[in-house]
């Protein structure tokens, strides 16, 4: 359907261009006070026909031998030969059809080497201006068309990515929240209990944000604060876990799961290595033009270093996949004795 639209506005415009330069012609010819005869008018058709002809037939030819596919310092050559080649065919074609139904006025009547070169030169003057409207058109059309399938190609690549990451997300946290209930079986099945409940909890929330690119923080964190409730019955006193939210910040998009990576992250690499524990501090706030997400945790950052660290890179990669360049990520070792992981997200309208 759209192939034939197209031909419809070719034609159209076939048609509309020339008969709108014998129309130039006729009006020239009146400022000029030159005497209207029969056989101008038969003339102009003449024209009108052998030019929408042969450009036709150029057409065809660029279309067959895929000139448009072509570089401009290729198909430029290609493009003088064939307007000299189709303005030597139209003047031949004008000068025999003039010449065969006697259309010929008194001073057309020259010997026709000149009278060749001088039709060839004006034919010039129209199928240069098609030949370069035409080129034009397509190659807009083609640039256009490309920057478009770039635009679906780097969106698709965008949502593969981000499946990929998630993918990889789930089955992290979930066999990370089985071994830790595991170890709670032969301990105290009452609290092992108790920790499925909290698992459930987890995963209830965490299949409903498999669905979305974004969440509200305030929905990442309530799935972060069932994860240290799991944790924290393993853990006991070993593990102290600290707020410090800006209720402004509760609205504000983030990746699903990307804080509780993290807050996993904490424990494992963290808490988990010290004899005594230690504590996760989760801050939230605003920082300029940002939304600034802390998750300090007791401990060195060669766990994280030497570690799997797939959370770490995911975060990475997640935030420069939906929130573009601006956003950032950043994890540190303060005095010795405590990780900073620090997120760093665009915020619109600050």
Not at 151 to 159: I, R
Not at 301 to 318: A, E, H, P, Q, V
Request: with cysteine; glycine share 6%.
């Amino acid at each position: 359907m759209p192939t034939r639209n197209f031909a419809k506005y070719y034609w159209w415009c076939q048609i509309g261009g020339w008969g709108f330069l014998a129309l130039i012609m006729i009006l020239l010819s009146s400022i000029t006070d030159q005497k209207f005869e029969p056989k101008l008018f038969g003339q102009l058709a003449i024209i009108v026909c052998s030019g929408i002809l042969t450009t036709h037939i150029f057409r065809l030819v660029i279309q067959r031998f895929h000139w448009l596919m072509l570089s401009v310092e290729k198909i430029f050559p290609k493009l003088v030969i064939g307007v000299l080649v189709v303005c030597v065919i139209n003047s031949l074609i004008r000068i025999g059809a003039i010449r065969f139904l006697g259309l010929s006025l008194n001073h057309h009547k020259l010997d026709f080497p000149k009278r060749l070169l001088g039709t060839t030169l004006e034919n010039g003057l129209f199928i240069i201006p098609w030949t370069l409207i035409y080129y034009f058109y397509h190659y807009i059309e083609k640039s256009r068309k490309q920057q478009l399938d770039t635009l679906k190609l780097e969106a698709l690549v965008k949502e593969l990515e981000l499946k990929t990451i998630k993918s990889h997300i789930n089955p992290h946290f979930i066999f990370n929240a089985l071994n830790s209930i595991r170890a709670l079986i032969d301990e105290n099945p009452s609290r092992a209990r108790t920790a499925i409940t909290e698992l459930s909890n987890i995963l209830r929330s965490s299949m409903q944000a498999e669905k979305l690119e974004t969440v509200t923080f305030e929905k990442e964190l309530n799935i972060v604060k069932d994860y240290l409730a799991l944790e924290y019955i393993r853990f006991e006193d070993r593990l102290k876990i600290e707020y410090d939210i800006d209720e402004d910040t509760l609205n504000q998009p983030i990746p699903p799961m990307m804080l509780q990576t993290l807050v996993e992250n904490a424990i494992k690499h963290g808490i988990s290595k010290q004899l005594k524990g230690g504590c996760v501090k989760i801050i939230s706030d605003f920082k300029g033009n940002f939304h600034e997400l802390v998750i300090q945790n007791s401990g060195r950052l060669i766990g994280y270093i030497n570690g799997d660290g797939f959370g770490l890179t995911s975060t990475k990669n997640r935030l420069q996949l939906l929130f573009g360049p601006k956003a950032n990520f950043d994890i540190k070792e303060v005095n010795g004795e405590m990780v900073e992981a620090i997120v760093l997200i665009p915020v619109e309208g600050i």
